[in-house]
């Protein structure tokens, strides 16, 4: 958010108008899947290698805030990191305790609930409860898993509304409360069907790819039903880490003193977040 338009809106706060703005930098949304450490999938991680990860980024200099926080605008001035995992896979227990609990992470997880107590793969709503209690917030992310792309819309859309509406109910009762955050299985969805999400209740909507876009939860324009997330995957984690590694050094260079003509050095300010550049 600009200075000008931040004074407008302290303005507006001073003379008692309401606003519903948050003063907060950007976040970059990370997406993880599965932590089985077998490699048999690009989405797959050992907790070794996602305790390196996340390490090196905290070496950096960034900090890690909730989900929630963000949305809040509590995620402070520059670029922050959000860790989400989708899928509920049964490996997301062991992780919590093994990795992101130790380095005081809390992941968003977005689960789907046709699966939960059926299969193998997934959490049990024991291990659910347990993380509940351990503090990690959750939200949807379909019924079946099933897409809900433009593609799948104009073939099958009763399956996408099946999506979209049938999870809230069992998932409310799985967790105590009922979700207003809601990931799309499979990262996409076409205008239509973030309607349809919206209809069905939920305040926030999550895409996903391996594109690297900060989210700035303060920006007006920004699409509640559209927000991205960066997918981790194994042949791009360099990419994410250049990135970040790139934003740091341009907040470093921007922040060391320079000389304009004559006059004496001047400090400029830190930047509110690294470059947008990949």
Known sequence: MSATLRTFLLFLAFLGLSTTFIFAGPVLILDYHTFLGTHTSSLDFSDQEITEQLT?????????????????????????????????????????????????????LFIYPHAVDLSRFTLKSGQIHLLQKEGLDMGAHGYFHKPMGAEAW?????????????GLEPLTALLGY????????????????????????????????????????????LNHYYVPRTIVYRWNVKRILKYLKAGIQQ????????????????????????????
């Open 154 to 166: 104009k073939k099958n859309p009763e399956s996408v509304r099946v999506e979209a509406f049938q």
């Open 251 to 278: 907040d470093k260079k921007t922040a060391e003193p320079q000389t304009v003509d004559q006059n004496p050095p001047v400090n400029v300010s830190l930047s509110a977040s690294p470059s947008m550049n990949p």
């Open 56 to 108: 090196q980024i905290a070496k950096m200099g960034y900090s890690f805030v909730r989900l929630n926080d963000a949305i809040a605008g509590k995620s402070g001035d520059k670029l922050a990191i959000v860790i989400t995992i989708d899928d509920g896979n049964h490996s997301v227990f062991q992780a919590w305790q093994s990795v992101f609990k130790p380095l005081g992470i809390s992941p968003f």
């Open 178 to 221: 009922r979700p207003t955050l809601f990931a799309y299985p499979y990262g996409v969805a076409p205008p239509p069907v973030q309607d349809l999400v919206k209809s069905a209740g939920y305040t926030w909507a999550f895409a996903a790819n391996d594109k690297i876009i900060p989210v700035d939860f303060s920006d007006p324009s």
